[in-house]
């Protein structure tokens, strides 16, 4: 079983800079491949990024390649995300996510546990 909880969300400017950070539960954190994924009201859940469980190789959406970083801390049981340039389009509560070994796409549905979301709010 793994908790995930999210912070850092916020308002930001166009253009501006938020890290995302995620604390997950567990003595097991490692062995989890870890997304992130979004949500704006109306619409269905994006893949964000992903970031492997052994090696941290990570996949990104094409929307946020070269904007968007994540990365991990096993030692710290936390991933995080980091947005640069943001964008007015780009609005909505961001979800962390866990996946047990072999999953971790860019499906929700390839994911096993989510934390509760935390807003961005990008103002133009």
């Known amino acids: 079983q793994v908790q995930l909880v999210e912070s850092g969300g916020g308002l930001v400017q166009a253009g501006g800079s938020l890290r995302l950070s995620c604390a997950a539960s567990g003595r097991t954190f490692s062995s989890y491949a870890m997304g992130w994924f979004r949500q704006a009201p109306g619409k269905e859940r994006e893949f964000v990024a992903r970031?492997?469980?052994?090696?941290?190789?990570?996949y990104y959406a094409d929307s946020v390649k070269g904007r968007f970083t994540i990365s991990r801390d096993n030692a710290k049981n936390r991933v995080y995300l980091k947005m640069n340039t943001l964008k007015p389009e780009e609005p909505a509560v961001y979800f962390c996510a866990a996946a047990s070994l072999g999953g971790g796409g860019v499906s929700p549905s390839h994911y096993d546990y989510w934390g509760q979301g935390t807003q961005v709010t990008v103002s133009s």
């Open positions: 970031i492997g469980a052994i090696g941290g190789s990570t």
